[in-house]
């Protein structure tokens, strides 16, 4: 194999998330070199393919910060350590070489590294497609999106959402101020969502001045157009009846499937679609493998990134030994010890 395909380091991180990121910072402090390889095109995870430019609140020191932005800071902190990206591209083999790990991707790359630190979010993921008769042409188009990645795009276009959940309705309150219309549409009329978002909504779709309208119970039922571009989205209810919904684009949210791909086939232990870990070092069953993130469950896991973040620190310095073997750790904080580039 070509020599440039193959790379060397100390920490193979699978997922380029913020707890992916966050772990190359860490690692770093610990003068520990990484490669960070995901299966898309571009940092961030699900922050920058489900919601970059929706705003979080449980970051510490942000009291909103919108997931694009934190991507970017996150990117940025890491920076100094000059990791490699591997970015569009799965790891489709992990492979006991030496006293580390050969890792191979769908690209053709592989990766030498003494620990591997997994922070794949919650695997490979997609989402749960409606079953409509020519769906692959208006998707290829733009008139069909599983994903908001710039609510500008749907200026003055009829939007339709289809689903309950927080994602439907968050989605139809951001672009009603954009949007020529928003069309919800909801199997029933009780929705899973925030109570607050529920109420917002419906105060909306309640006034007769608003472009927001609540199309309750009913479920898509076919498209309409020229095949590529969108002209109506057709419902029926319970009863059969069919409405068409004029519409330049259909957003549906009906959640993700989500598989752990070739990870389930790494000899970790599971349980379900997660990785069980040591809560105290985040190591897996498998000596020099870790989990950190939305992938990673032990007893009393909260799914939050700022716990995510917590697990990479303590991830980072678990591997350290592996990488300095015999080297006594003498580490310090932050605020003293700087990081690389930085005047003191």
């Keep these: 194999m ?50 970059p430019e929706k705003p979080i ?38 492979d006991r070489a030496g006293d580390g790990y050969l890792l191979s991707t769908s690209a053709g790359r592989r990766v030498r590294a003494r620990a591997v630190a997994i922070a794949a979010g919650v695997g490979a993921f997609g989402p749960n497609r409606p079953p409509l008769a020519g769906l692959e042409g208006y998707e290829a188009s733009g008139a069909v999106q599983y994903m908001v990645p ?25 672009l009603a101020p954009l949007a020529a219309s928003v069309a919800v549409v909801h199997r029933r009329a009780k929705f899973r969502a925030a109570p607050d978002s529920v109420a917002k909504l419906q105060s909306l779709a309640g006034d007769p001045a608003s472009n927001v309208e609540l ?16 002209s109506a989205v057709v419902v029926e209810d319970l009863d059969g009846d069919a409405r ?7 957003l549906p949210f009906f ?38 993130g939305d992938i990673a469950t032990y007893p009393g896991k909260l799914k939050l990134i700022l716990c995510g973040f917590s697990e990479a620190a303590m991830a980072a310095h678990a591997i350290y030994p592996l990488v300095h073997p015999g080297e006594a750790l003498h580490w310090e904080y932050s605020t003293t010890k700087g990081v690389p580039g930085e005047a003191a």
């Design 215 to 230: 199309v309750v119970p009913y479920q898509l039922h076919g498209l309409e157009g020229d095949g590529t571009h969108l």
């Design 57 to 94: 609140y449980d970051i510490p020191g942000y009291p909103k910060v919108m997931a694009y932005d934190l991507v970017e800071k996150l990117a940025e902190q890491a920076a100094p350590f000059e990791p490699a990206y591997l970015l569009g591209q799965r790891v489709e083999a992990l």
């Design 244 to 250: 068409h919904l004029p519409a330049d684009v259909l």
């Design 150 to 174: 710039k609510p500008e795009a749907f200026r003055d276009k009829r939007v339709v959402i289809a689903g309950g959940g927080d994602s439907a309705l968050d989605w139809a309150l951001n």
């Design 2 to 51: 070509d020599e440039a395909q193959e790379l060397q380091t100390d920490v193979a991180i699978v997922g380029a998330g913020p707890v992916g990121l966050f772990a190359v910072f860490e690692l770093g402090m610990l003068k520990m070199r990484s490669v960070v390889i995901d299966t898309l095109d571009a940092l961030g995870g699900q922050c920058a393919a489900l919601y």
């Design 255 to 292: 959640g993700l499937s989500m598989n752990l791909g070739p990870i389930a086939d790494w000899g970790l232990g599971l349980d379900k679609h997660h990785i069980v870990v040591d809560p105290q070092t985040c190591q897996t069953s498998t000596p020099g493998i870790f989990a950190i």
